[in-house]
C-alpha cells in the first residue's frame, strides 16, 4: 500500500495521547463529614457511572481515530501492472486518428497504464502518434521519463482525419538512425488498414518499421466499434432505375463486417441541434454497410443539417449536409397516359426523380401555385397560349422549365394535344425564348437513325462538354439515340448545346429566359426513341439538373471555399484550425479529409459545400497483424482506500454514539439493535458509493419508455397529467418527457402544483385521478371496446382529452399540404378509435374562444408544427359548463414541450424555432388551467365584480 498524503501518517503519534485522555479519572472526592449525607446511603441509583469506559468502547474509539487518520492520508492499493516485455525504453506508439474516437477513453487509460508500469520499473519511454496536426515532427525522437509522457499523453486528443502511417514509419526510421534502441514496442492500434491505393504499402513500411526495433505488442480494442456515414452511393448513376426507388434514403453506414447483427441508432439534427427523428440501422451478420432510412416529409428533410451515430462521437459518425443534399420541389405536368405503366409520359422520370426531388404531378395551373424548383414539360402538355404565358412568367421569376421533344414538336398534327398552328409556332425559324419556350430553333421534322427505311444507325454520346452541369459523368457505350429532333443551325449553337451526339448534333439544349431557364431533350422521356430513359445516366442528368436549378452548380476549379467551421475527432463543430485551408469548389467529394482540409462547412451561406469523412472513405477493410495481438483486458487499475477507511470510521463513531446513549440509559436494547442496523446500512452503502466511483463504466442501456403507471396512490395525492399508453416505445417515451416538460413550465410560471406525469391504460387504470389526459394516435390504433367505455366515464365526469395526430395525414391531404407524410394513416385511425366516443359538434378553434385567453393571450396554436387546425366543441354545445372535453389537433404538442434528463428540449420546432416553442408551452397552460378551473372566464355571473374592481 502506498499514501498520497503520508505527512498525515504523523497523527499515529497522538493515539497515546487520545488513549491517556480517554482513561483519565477524575480527582478523588474530598472526604467531608456530614451528617445528613448518611440518608443518601439508603438510596440505590439505577445506573452507576463509571469511572472510566469500557476497554472494548476505548478500542473502538482508537479504532475510529486510526481509521480517519489512515482515511485521510491517502492510501492506494497499486493495482496489477501491465506486464511490460524486455527492458530498456519502451516505445509506445499510438493511433490516435478519426476512428479512435469512440473508445479513445479506453485507449488513453491503457496507455496510461503502460507508463505507469515503465514508471515503476524506471524504465523511459517515447511516445509516437500516427497522427498530427502538423506534417513535421509529429513526436520528439528521445527518451522521457515514463512520467512526462504520460503529461504529454494527457494532451493527446483524436484528430478528425485518417493516420499517417507512411510518415510514422518514416519517423521511426529517423529515430533508429539517431540511435534510440527499444527494449519494448507496443502499438495501440485501431485495428483498420490505411485506405487509398498507397494505404497497404504504408501499412507494411509502418510495421517493418516498428519491428526492426524488436518483437511488437499489438493492444486492440473492441468498443463500439467504427462506423463511417457517407453519403448514398454515387455508383448509382450506372445502375437502373429500379436501384433507386427506395424512399428516404439519406446515408449509407460503413463498418468492418461482424459474426452477429449489430443495431445502430442514427439521430438526424436541425440547425439549431434539436432532433428531427431517429432511424435504426440493422447491420446483418457478415454485413458491411446498410442504408440509412429516415422517414421525414420533405419540409422537415430539408431542415436536417447533420446525421450522427448515437454512442459514436466521432468525425466518421457524423455526416454533414449542405445545399446539394436538399430535396427540391419538383413538377410534373400530367398527361393522359401520365400515369399509364412503362409506356406513360411519366414513367420513367418519376423513376428517376423520386429519390432526390419532391415531386408534385397535376395540372400547370395546379402545380404554379406552389412553391416549385423544377417544372417538367412533357411533350404537347404546353400547346395553349394561356398555359405558355404563365409558364414564361414563372421562368422569368427564376425558375427551370424542362421540356421533352415528342409527336408535337416533331411536326405531327395527328396528337391530341396539338395544333398546326402550335406546331408551327414552336418550331419558328428564329425560336425567342419567352415566345416559344424553346431554347433553340428547331427543324420541323424528326430524324430518324437507324430503322428499315433508313441509312444510318443509332447514334451514341459524345462526351460532356466542360461548361455543361453534366460534365464529370460517366457516358455509358450502350446509350443510344435512334430519334431526335434537330436543331436549327446557328452561330451559337454550341453555346446552347449542354450534351451532344457522337455526330455533333445537340441532344440537350438551354436557353436564359429572366432569371430562369429552359431546358429542351431532343428526345422523348420514354424509351421511344432513346434508351437513355432506361440508363442510370438518365438519373444522374436530372439529378444535376435539379441542382443545377436550386443554384448548386458546378464551379470552376479556382473557386476555392474558406473553411468556415470544422469538425473536430469527437464529431462537435467549431472554428477551423489555423492549419486549415481552402478547397476548390470542383474537388469535394473526391478529396481526402486532412489538416490541411479538415471535415467542415466551407463558404458563404449561399453556397455552402460540406466536407465529409464519409466523401472518400466508402469502405473498411482490417489491419494485418504487427506483431501478436492482444487486448486491454487484464489490467487491474490502482484502487483508492481512503474513501472506504473513512466510511469505516465513520460506522465505527456511529457506534460508539449508541453505546455511550446505551451505557447511560437514554437507549433500550432493542432500539439501540435498530438504530445499529440501520448505522451499519449506511456504512457499507457509503462503501459501495466510494468504491464505485473506481469502477469502470458500465455500458448504459438505450433509454427504454417509461412504463405504464402500476398505481394510483401519487395521482390521489397530488395533481397530475396523464397520457395513453399507445405501446409504441418511441411514442410513449416523447408522451411523458413532453407532459415532464409541460408540467415543468406550468409550475414555474403559475400558481398551480403539477407532478409528473403517469401513463394509463383506459380500462385498466382508474382516471378519475386525472384533470387532463394526453392521447397520440398512431396509425396502427384500433378500437377498443373497454378503452372507449373508460373514456365516456372520463368525459362524463369532467375529463378533458387532447387528440394529438401527430402531424398531417398524406392519404387525406393535397398536394398543398406543407407537412405531408408526417403521420401516414393516423386520419384513418382517428376515426377508428373515436368512433364510440360521445364527442360533441366541433368547432376550429380561434383567438375569441376562452381557451385562447385561458392564461396567456394567444393567437395561433402551434406545436411542433405551425399552422395546423384544432378542434374544440362548439360553444353552447357542450356539456359542464360549456368547458370543452376534447381538443382535437395534428400539431405534434408532446414534441415541443418534451425535455430531456437535464431539463433540455430534445425536439426541433418547425418552422418559428424558439418563439414557435413558447407558443406552445402557453398553449398547454391554457389547456392544463382550462382543463382545472372550467370556463369560468365565460361566467357573466362575475361581470359586476370584475367591472366594480375596475371602477366602471
Known amino acids: 500500500m502506498i499514501f498520497q498524503f503520508p505527512a498525515l501518517l504523523a497523527g499515529l503519534i497522538t493515539l497515546p495521547a487520545i488513549w491517556w485522555l480517554l482513561r483519565a479519572r477524575p480527582p478523588s472526592p474530598r472526604i467531608q463529614t456530614f451528617p445528613p449525607i448518611a440518608l443518601l446511603a439508603s438510596l440505590h441509583p439505577k445506573q452507576d457511572d463509571a469511572a472510566t469506559p469500557p476497554f472494548w468502547l476505548l478500542l473502538l474509539r482508537l479504532a475510529a481515530a486510526a481509521l480517519l487518520i489512515l482515511g485521510l492520508s491517502g492510501p492506494v492499493i497499486p493495482g496489477r501492472p501491465v506486464p511490460l516485455p524486455g527492458n530498456g525504453t519502451l516505445l509506445l506508439v499510438i493511433d490516435n486518428d478519426m476512428m479512435t474516437a469512440p473508445d479513445w477513453n479506453e485507449r488513453n487509460a491503457a496507455a496510461h497504464a503502460l507508463l505507469d508500469a515503465a514508471g515503476r520499473a524506471g524504465r523511459p519511454a517515447v511516445l509516437l502518434t500516427t497522427a498530427s496536426e502538423e506534417r513535421e515532427n509529429p513526436v520528439t525522437s528521445h527518451a522521457l521519463p515514463a512520467e512526462q509522457v504520460a503529461l504529454a499523453l494527457d494532451a493527446l486528443r483524436p484528430l478528425p482525419w485518417a493516420a499517417d502511417r507512411a510518415l510514422a514509419a ?34 507494411r513500411s509502418f510495421s517493418t518499421a516498428m519491428q526492426a526495433f524488436g518483437n511488437v505488442q499489438e493492444v486492440r480494442f473492441t468498443g463500439n466499434g467504427a462506423f463511417v456515414l457517407s453519403h448514398a452511393a454515387e455508383e448509382a448513376q450506372d445502375t437502373s432505375p429500379d436501384s433507386l426507388s427506395t424512399a428516404g434514403v439519406m446515408a449509407q453506414l460503413e463498418a468492418l463486417p461482424a459474426d452477429l447483427p449489430r443495431r445502430v441508432r442514427v439521430r438526424a439534427h436541425s440547425e439549431d441541434g434539436g432532433t428531427l427523428a431517429l432511424a435504426d440501422v440493422t447491420l446483418p451478420a457478415g454485413a458491411s ?89 412533357p411533350d404537347g402538355t404546353l400547346a395553349d397560349a394561356e398555359t405558355q404565358q404563365k409558364v414564361a412568367d414563372w421562368v422569368r421569376k427564376g425558375g427551370t422549365l424542362i421540356r421533352f421533344a415528342g409527336r408535337t414538336l416533331a411536326g405531327h398534327e395527328d396528337s391530341a394535344q396539338s395544333t398546326p398552328e402550335t406546331s408551327r409556332t414552336e418550331t419558328a425559324a428564329h425560336a425567342d425564348p419567352e415566345k416559344t419556350l424553346l431554347p433553340v430553333a428547331l427543324m420541323p421534322t424528326a430524324r430518324q437513325l437507324g430503322g428499315a427505311m433508313s441509312w444510318g444507325r443509332p447514334q451514341s454520346l459524345a462526351d460532356f462538354p466542360t461548361d455543361s452541369p453534366f460534365h464529370g459523368l460517366a457516358v455509358p457505350k450502350d446509350v443510344t439515340v435512334s430519334r431526335q429532333i434537330l436543331a436549327q443551325p446557328a452561330t451559337d449553337l454550341s453555346a446552347h448545346s449542354w450534351a451532344r451526339l457522337a455526330d455533333g448534333t445537340p441532344l440537350v439544349t438551354h436557353a436564359t429566359l429572366g432569371k430562369g431557364e429552359i431546358v429542351l431533350f431532343h428526345v422523348t422521356p420514354t424509351a421511344d426513341w432513346s434508351n437513355l430513359p432506361l440508363s442510370g445516366l438518365f438519373v444522374s442528368m436530372l439529378t444535376r439538373l435539379v441542382e443545377h436549378a436550386s443554384g448548386v452548380d458546378i464551379p470552376s476549379d479556382n473557386n476555392v471555399l474558406p473553411p468556415v467551421m470544422t469538425l473536430d475527432g469527437e464529431g462537435v463543430l467549431g472554428s477551423p484550425s489555423p492549419l486549415a485551408r481552402g478547397l476548390a469548389s470542383s474537388k469535394f467529394g473526391t478529396t481526402p479529409v486532412s489538416p490541411e482540409h479538415p471535415p467542415g462547412l466551407y463558404g458563404s451561406r449561399a453556397a455552402r459545400r460540406a466536407l465529409n469523412v464519409g466523401d472518400t472513405l466508402h469502405a473498411l477493410s482490417p489491419l494485418p497483424p504487427t506483431g501478436a495481438v492482444t487486448n486491454p483486458a ?50 457499507l452503502s457509503s462503501m459501495a458509493l466510494s468504491s464505485s466511483g473506481f469502477a469502470q463504466d458500465a455500458p448504459v442501456a438505450p433509454e427504454a419508455a417509461p412504463p405504464a403507471m402500476a398505481s394510483v396512490p401519487g395521482a390521489a395525492l397530488e395533481t397530475r397529467l396523464a397520457y395513453v399508453v399507445t405501446g409504441n416505445p418511441e411514442v410513449d417515451a416523447v408522451s411523458q418527457e413532453g407532459l415532464q416538460g409541460l408540467s415543468d413550465y406550468v409550475n414555474a410560471r403559475t400558481s398551480a402544483v403539477i407532478g409528473h406525469p403517469d401513463g394509463v391504460h383506459p380500462g385498466k387504470d382508474d382516471l378519475a385521478y386525472y384533470p387532463l389526459l394526453y392521447w397520440p394516435i398512431t396509425s396502427d390504433a384500433h378500437a377498443d371496446p373497454a378503452v372507449t367505455s373508460a373514456l365516456t366515464t372520463f368525459i362524463a365526469h369532467g375529463g378533458m382529452i387532447i387528440i394529438d395526430t401527430q402531424g398531417v395525414d398524406t392519404a387525406n391531404s393535397g398536394d398543398n399540404d406543407t407537412l405531408a407524410g408526417e403521420a401516414p394513416g393516423s386520419a384513418a385511425a382517428l376515426r377508428r378509435v373515436t368512433a364510440g366516443l360521445p364527442i360533441p359538434p366541433l368547432m376550429h378553434l380561434d383567438d375569441h374562444h376562452v381557451l385562447s385567453h385561458t392564461f396567456y393571450l394567444l393567437h395561433d396554436f402551434p406545436g411542433r408544427y405551425a399552422g395546423q387546425p384544432v378542434w374544440v366543441a362548439r360553444d353552447g354545445e357542450a356539456e359542464n359548463d360549456d368547458v370543452s372535453p376534447v381538443i382535437i389537433g395534428s400539431a405534434d404538442w408532446a414534441h415541443a414541450w418534451a425535455v430531456d434528463q437535464n431539463g433540455d428540449t430534445r425536439f ?17 397552460v391554457n389547456a392544463v388551467i382550462y382543463a382545472l378551473t372550467g370556463n369560468y372566464k365565460a361566467d357573466q355571473v362575475h361581470v359586476p365584480a370584475i367591472l366594480k374592481r375596475l371602477g366602471q
Not at 661 to 682: D, E, M, Y
Not at 918 to 924: S, V
Open 634 to 683: 487484464g489490467h487491474r487499475p490502482d484502487r483508492l482506500m481512503g474513501p472506504t477507511l473513512l466510511a469505516i470510521a465513520l460506522l465505527l463513531l456511529a457506534g460508539d454514539a449508541l453505546a455511550t446513549l446505551f451505557l447511560r440509559g437514554f437507549l433500550s436494547l432493542s432500539r439501540a439493535r435498530k438504530v445499529l442496523h440501520l448505522s451499519i446500512f449506511v456504512g
Open 170 to 203: 518514416r519517423q521511426l526510421e529517423k529515430m533508429k538512425s539517431d540511435g534510440l534502441s527499444a527494449g519494448a514496442v507496443i502499438y495501440l492500434s485501431n485495428g483498420l488498414a490505411s485506405a487509398g491505393k498507397d494505404g497497404g504499402a504504408a501499412d
Open 908 to 924: 426541433a420546432v418547425l418552422p418559428g424555432g424558439d418563439e414557435q416553442r413558447r407558443t406552445a408551452y402557453r398553449f398547454g
Open 289 to 377: 454497410s446498410a442504408p440509412v432510412s429516415v422517414s421525414l416529409p420533405t419540409v422537415m428533410r430539408n431542415r436536417v443539417d447533420m446525421l450522427t451515430i448515437d454512442g459514436n462521437a466521432s468525425a466518421p459518425g457524423t455526416l454533414l449536409l449542405d445545399e446539394g443534399d436538399r430535396l427540391r420541389p419538383v413538377g410534373l405536368i400530367a398527361t393522359g397516359s401520365g400515369d399509364t405503366p412503362l409506356v406513360g409520359s411519366l414513367f420513367y422520370l418519376r423513376r428517376a426523380l423520386a429519390p432526390n426531388a419532391d415531386l408534385h404531378t397535376g395540372s400547370t395551373t395546379t402545380l404554379l401555385s406552389q412553391p416549385l424548383s423544377v417544372l417538367i414539360a
